[in-house]
């Protein structure tokens, strides 16, 4: 049943003259205007709006219930918005949501020493400020390419940062709180305000959400995605982190984000705090992190459980499209695989990108295919246009600079773990299990993980072993694991360090980018922004080895990582531990091997030197798992 609404002209002059018996003339009046909708071709969103006349507007949304500066008033977060200007003429468009505490130049915050003495107590030391990339409002791509499409985009700024009140926390629910109250202020469950205090609703939204960004940036997608709030449609986590102890922990070890040395949440915090008063408002939190955090043991504990979000993944509802760079050390690919694994037990809709860069966007190596498909996921998830993109390949990855595949899943179709056990005279070989005499080396914490896998021949400071020269490629796709059968004797560092490594000279990626020359236009520029690029790739260099993957355990947590146990000294033990997930290819010809070190000079802290560790060869192994090829 229509609810009544008014007679049409022309219909009631015909009335008029039925009832009369006269004729009259129907009146010329204007046809209302129709209302702004999107432009779908090829199944596919088309840039009809224009980004020069986009609405900017900023919002103060309330995070209900939270105080975290316990100033007595909820948080709020500062959401600035970008939206097609139809949308004040009718239009409703869902929105791509980027939060992240990076909005506001951050602060120098020094580092924590790392070098520590026989009882886990810093050494002094001097000490580098941490560095963290900066992002300004709107000076990304999804303004360009995606508000022509019928897409707003939403910065929002988290607790604790610049304009947002509250305080940072480094991954506790707080920080969840914001983004997600963002979420349900666009689908009316939260309260606006404009910066003079008058309510504002997000009346042009059709509340549905897609998040997306990078590392930080990325991470908070995860932990939204967790809470299983209605309205986030999809997340896009790049680069990201699912659980902040195997961020800053491993295995029940003090561990730094690659390149970041000493580095802990508390020092993370301090650098995003940068709301106003912030130090008046938060420094009392904040010391109450450095203090949780325990830089002494490492163990897991409840303060980092409220930061694990694998604990709530059953509550993802959104799809998500996970990005991570396979040579990332800062955010470790453990980060991805565990989240992945997880999504995948659970059957939410995903896809993957995996590339050979470091700590990066997708959209600086691959920028034409990453739109292709990024806007094809989103058309999907946000608009409800069949673009095809699910019926894709799942998995898209970069196994060489340059050489992507695409695959039914990942890991890779038909992975099987390999049993590889330590040999005789340095060497590894399958089973059966070879019997050869144990092996000691003594721990050093001044030369580097990469120093010691150039050392030539026996070391006093690792072990060395390689297979044979490999008879056909070799791929290794998942999470290899290593069990080493030790005793320690001496000394204090608990660190037993396993680098995966590839010995053969090949050309390798750098981590770096390299402009190619070529400018690459993929969206509608205004002043400040052409909404251009110049494409880049990846640079090489020809290296004689490549370790690809390490893992990392703290001894004395070899049952479990929230328990310290001590060791006997000179007693054997077994112990077993991960790598970081990889997908590598070993090629034909080249000898595949696995060092065995304590202290990790660029990750680990760094005891005093003297740690003796005697390792019974014939009983240690690593498991592979390979997709291709065979070993020796």
Known sequence: MHPWRPLSVPLAALLVAALTGTASATPETPAAP????????????QPVFSRADAILQTVFVEVDGTDSDGDGADDRVAVDILRPKETDQGLKVPVIMEASPYYAPGNDVANHPVDVDENGVPLPAMTAAAGRLEAGP??????????????????????????????????????????????????????????????????????????????YNGTLPNAVAATGVPGLETIVP???????????????GVLAPGGFQGEDLDVLAKYVLTRQNGQAACGALIDGITAAQDRV???????WDERNYLNDVRKVKASVFLVHGLND???????????????????????????????MS?????????????????????????????????????IAPGQWGQHASWPLPGSAAVPLHLGPSSSLGLLPRPRTAAETFTDQKTRTAEQLVEAVGSDPNRLAYTTGVLPSDVRVSGTPTVSVRAAFDGGASPYLTALLVDYGSDVRPT???????????YGQGVPGDTGCTVLRTLGTATTPY???????????????????????????????????????????????????????????????????????????????????????
């Open 511 to 521: 981590g770096a980018l390299v402009s190619t020359g070529q400018n690459y236009c």
């Open 238 to 252: 790049i680069a990201a982190i699912s659980s902040w102890y195997d961020y800053y922990r491993a295995n029940g």
């Open 34 to 45: 129709a209302t702004p909708a999107i432009k779908v071709e090829h199944n596919a969103t």
């Open 138 to 215: 709107f000076d990304g791509y999804y303004d360009n390419y995606f508000v022509p499409r019928g897409y707003a985009v939403a910065l929002v700024e988290n607790l604790g940062s610049a304009r947002a009140t509250g305080c940072p926390t480094s991954g506790a629910p707080n920080e969840t709180a914001g983004p997600k109250a963002a979420i349900d202020w666009l689908n009316g469950r939260a309260r606006g305000f404009d910066a003079a205090g008058a309510p504002v609703e997000a009346t042009w939204s059709t509340g549905k959400v897609g998040m997306i960004g990078v590392s």
């Open 362 to 398: 997708p959209f600086n190596l691959r920028t034409a295919e990453w739109l292709r498909q990024l806007h094809g996921w989103f058309d999907h998830w946000l608009h409800g246009i069949d673009s095809g993109i699910m019926r894709e390949p799942q998995a898209d990855v970069e």
């Open 329 to 359: 050390w800062n955010v470790k690919t453990k980060q991805f695989a565990q989240w992945w694994y997880a999504l995948a037990k659970r059957h939410v809709p995903r896809k993957i990108w995996l590339h050979q860069g470091t700590h």
């Open 297 to 303: 043991t490492g163990d897991y504990s409840p303060f």
């Open 546 to 632: 490549k370790i690809v993957t390490r893992g990392w355990l703290d001894v004395r947590n070899r049952h479990r990582p929230d328990r310290t146990e001590a060791l006997r000294p000179g007693k054997d033990y077994t112990f077993t531990w991960d790598f970081q997930p990889t997908d590598y290819l070993f090629k034909k010809g080249h000898r595949l091997g696995l060092v065995i070190i304590s202290t990790d000079h660029d990750y680990t802290l760094r005891y005093p030197a003297g740690t003796r560790i005697t390792v019974s060869p014939g009983k240690s192994s690593v498991r592979l798992p390979v997709v291709l090829g065979r070993l020796p």
